[in-house]
């Protein structure tokens, strides 16, 4: 998902974020919504409770 940055595929990275289990797709879809400008606050707040963080 990294490399296209299309907007159309902001509910896809929210669905990634809600559903799917993988950290590391999380983190993906994440930096994606920001990248595209549609991070929200709340996802934002959540995604720093991720069990495996890979900074």
């Not at 994440?30 to 595209?36: D, M, P, Q, R, S």
């Not at 606050?41 to 069990?51: C, H, N, V, W």
């Amino acid at each position: 998902m990294k490399e296209s940055k299309h907007p159309s595929l902001v509910p896809l990275a929210e669905w990634v974020i809600h559903f799917n289990p993988c950290c590391m797709c999380r983190e993906g879809a994440i930096e994606f919504l920001a990248g595209v400008g549609s991070l929200t606050p709340e996802l934002a707040t959540e995604s720093q409770y991720d069990a495996v963080r890979f900074d």
